[in-house]
């Protein structure tokens, strides 16, 4: 089982130190500024950002580029560009050297998507990426499925940390397959990150609470009625999911079990 100690529980990828399990997504906002609320909001590790879906030099779809970048420059935070978009290994490769050109960054979140109707991952793109991106000198976090040979070979191409997603990307349907992330979180020995899928701060906790080390999402912050307070609530969640994973979950039960001793109280009578 990966643990940490609780005096010293700092989020470690890449031998780097995060004082932050939360990583946050910087698509789908309304508008820059509610944007920057949200980052300040989560006190975030990282910010991902896709490098198809805005030009650091010209702007982006919504003519908020200048802002955009700025926001970004001056949150404080690493940035983990990520290949978004693209459909097969050799794409996603080019795109990764092109960002650590553009930011100056051997971080990248690598996607390589399989099926355009659930954006599942191809896992045979994915690792042919990672291989190479890892061989590059890149520091490689992999958007995967719940898969364990997947994910065993991920890191066996040097990757030294993944991230599995909980359910499809933008469907905010939470864990879908608890077993096979018991199964991840009991037989992998890196960090892993929860990516996509979840909608409430609850799914969050509940992640954190089975040892997962950090969540990424950005949908259910962006499209929130309040995203800075969504994105409030997410941090305090993450935060008190690790505590409690920390502390020890108590153990299941088919049957009641008392709270308050019964032997020994002076009106407690046995039934025949």
Request: proline fraction near 7%; glycine fraction near 8%; include cysteine.
């Amino acid at each position: 089982m990966h643990t940490q100690s609780p005096h010293d529980d700092a989020l470690v990828l890449y031998e780097e130190r995060f004082n932050s399990r939360f990583l946050l997504g910087t698509a789908l906002y309304p508008s820059p500024q509610v944007m920057q609320d949200a980052i300040e909001a989560a006190d975030c590790a990282m910010l991902t950002l896709g490098l198809r879906r805005q030009n650091p030099g010209g702007g982006n779809a919504d003519g908020d580029g200048d802002a955009f970048w700025q926001i970004l420059r001056e949150s404080g935070c690493h940035l983990l560009p990520n290949t978004a978009g693209c459909r097969s290994a050799r794409e996603a490769i080019t795109l990764a050297e092109m960002s650590r050109e553009l930011f100056d960054t051997p971080w990248i979140k690598v996607e390589v998507i399989g099926d355009d109707y659930n954006l599942q991952p191809d896992p045979f793109g994915l690792l042919e990426a990672a291989r190479e991106l890892v061989e590059q000198g890149f520091k490689v976090l992999p958007y995967c499925t719940d898969d364990l040979v997947l994910c065993q070979r991920l890191q066996e191409a040097g990757c030294q940390a993944l991230m599995p997603w909980g359910a499809p990307i933008g469907t905010g349907r939470g864990l879908m397959n608890r077993y096979a992330l018991r199964t991840l979180r009991e037989r992998i020995d890196v960090p892993l990150i929860i990516d996509a899928g979840l909608g409430a701060p609850s799914q969050a906790a509940e992640a954190m609470e089975m040892g997962f080390d950090g969540v990424l999402l950005n949908t259910a912050v962006a499209k929130a009625r309040r995203p800075a307070q969504m994105s409030a609530a997410f941090a305090r969640a993450i935060e008190a999911g690790r505590e409690a994973y920390l502390a020890g979950l108590m153990e299941r039960r088919q049957t009641a079990s008392p709270s308050t001793p019964t032997l020994g109280q002076p009106f407690w009578h046995a039934t025949p």
